[in-house]
């Protein structure tokens, strides 16, 4: 059997919009997990959120954090170092994101042209950022514990969105869109960061006799550089039941369901375990 890999985005694709739940997705983990198949976590998420969902998930694989801002690789992971990596706590890390004060620096600048109405995370208090996103106030203090990538929205007297991503261009940094923010980041992508990862894992599984098939699943804007990388892309529906209408490719497969519903449906079809 071809060794297999599978990435997969969070908010609103393994984990329910939400409620944040993963439980609708157990039957598709529990095979992944009982087949060895590594479950790569790939998420706008900061690594002091990712790490308790990975304990809850048993999930012991790499993850990427902030849109692929930073890539970490649990120390013994593999038989070889990491090219670029630095020794962080149990972690070899490799980061490609701009880093977080020099983001804060230059949505201050953009607001300056685009209007007060121009918010990151920064900006906001625990209490409206769990307000914003239907997180806990735990939670919300680990959210806001970012690296390499500034969720923000626009609102009231805020420029249009065309006007923020040139303004961000010009100082050398870029903008995407996610479930319920827009982000602000530099040259990283989940993309980038996957795309360093799979060659690590085809060289783990060099001495296998059939090619490593990749898997991917997400639901939005922010998911399309992994989507568009992989050899088995899956699409989730969005709560209101249609597909983000800016990710379309040929081989693209669209789960039937909402977040972890489809999530869990696409896989287990994947992995022949529902026809």
Sequence with gaps: MAPLIVFT???????????????????ALDLLRSRGIPLVLVSSKTRAEIEPLRVRLQNRDPFI???GGGLFVPQGCFGFPLEGALPRSSYQVVEWGAAYPLLRQALAEIRQVAGDGLRGFGDMTVEEVAERTGLSLPEAVRAKQREYDEPFVF??????????QRLAESRGLRCTRGGRFHHLM???DKGRACRELIQCYRRHY?????????????DSLNDL????????????QKPDGFYDPAIQF???????GVGPVG?????????????
């Design 65 to 67: 954090v902030e849109n």
């Design 263 to 275: 999530w869990n449906r696409a896989l287990l079809e994947l992995l022949g375990e529902r026809k």
């Design 250 to 256: 040929p081989n693209l497969t669209r789960a039937a």
């Design 186 to 188: 530099g040259q990283s």
């Design 9 to 27: 985005d969070l908010d609103g694709t393994l984990l329910d919009p939400v409620t944040y739940s993963f439980d609708a997705a157990r039957e």
């Design 206 to 218: 060099a001495g296998e006799a059939e090619p490593l098939i990749t898997i991917a699943l997400g």
């Design 225 to 236: 550089p992994l989507l568009a990388l992989v050899d088995r892309p899956v699409l989730v």
């Design 155 to 164: 609102e009231g007297s805020a420029r249009p969105l065309e006007e923020i």
